[in-house]
């Protein structure tokens, strides 16, 4: 009896830690890397919000620059889009507020296409039918930020939008919002 009382108590008290079973980490890169797989792969959005708040605390501490503009690219899109169990934290507001401090930290360390992905993503953040001119505005600016000369050899995009995929969709969305 005291065994299944000891096991339901650590559970209860497991579930109550947001990102229970968590390896602890000094590293902001490795809290974000956590943050990515409790959120894309468990659909644990508060664990990785709360990891990803760590990571932007570990890495301004430290300075890494690169770090902080990764924990707010992917903030920006938790609170976008946070799937079924993270309805509470969609807003659209808190998630264009961390796609432009992304976008300011990537331009600052001359990241200038994840900075182009970071105020493309932001114009997602923006209602087509009201608020038109944000939307074009935010693309325009990823567009000239992804076309910017100088870029450091670190600033490298992910698979998904390599090869002029982001280009190509920024432009396309352009054209479809008349901008």
């Given at each position: 009896?005291?065994?299944?009382?000891?096991?339901?108590?650590?559970?209860?008290?497991?579930?109550?830690?947001?990102?229970?079973?968590?390896?602890e980490s000094n590293s902001p890169t490795d809290k974000i890397n956590q943050a990515?797989?409790?959120?894309?792969?468990?659909?644990?959005?508060?664990?990785?919000?709360k990891l990803l708040g760590q990571a932007l605390d570990l890495s301004r501490k430290?300075?890494?620059?690169?770090?902080?503009?990764r924990a707010e690219l992917y903030?920006?899109?938790?609170?976008?889009?946070?799937?079924?169990?993270?309805?509470d934290l969609r807003n659209k507001k808190k998630a264009a507020g961390s796609y432009q401090r992304a976008a300011s930290l990537y331009q600052?360390?001359?990241?200038?296409?994840?900075?182009?992905?970071?105020?493309?993503?932001?114009?997602?953040?923006?209602?087509v039918s009201s608020e038109?001119?944000?939307?074009?505005?935010t693309l325009n600016k990823s567009k000239a930020a992804y076309e910017k000369a100088g870029a450091s050899e670190a600033d490298v995009l992910a698979p998904s939008f390599s090869d002029g995929k982001l280009k190509d969709s920024i432009q396309s969305l352009i054209s479809e919002n008349n901008c």
């Open positions: 009896m005291k065994k299944i009382i000891s096991v339901s108590l650590l559970k209860l008290s497991l579930l109550g830690c947001a990102a229970a079973l968590v390896p990515f797989s409790l959120f894309s792969e468990q659909n644990r959005p508060q664990a990785a919000v430290n300075g890494d620059k690169v770090a902080e503009a903030l920006g899109e938790i609170f976008r889009a946070p799937g079924p169990k993270g309805e600052e360390i001359k990241f200038f296409k994840n900075q182009a992905l970071a105020l493309w993503s932001e114009s997602g953040t923006y209602d038109k001119g944000k939307i074009c505005e």
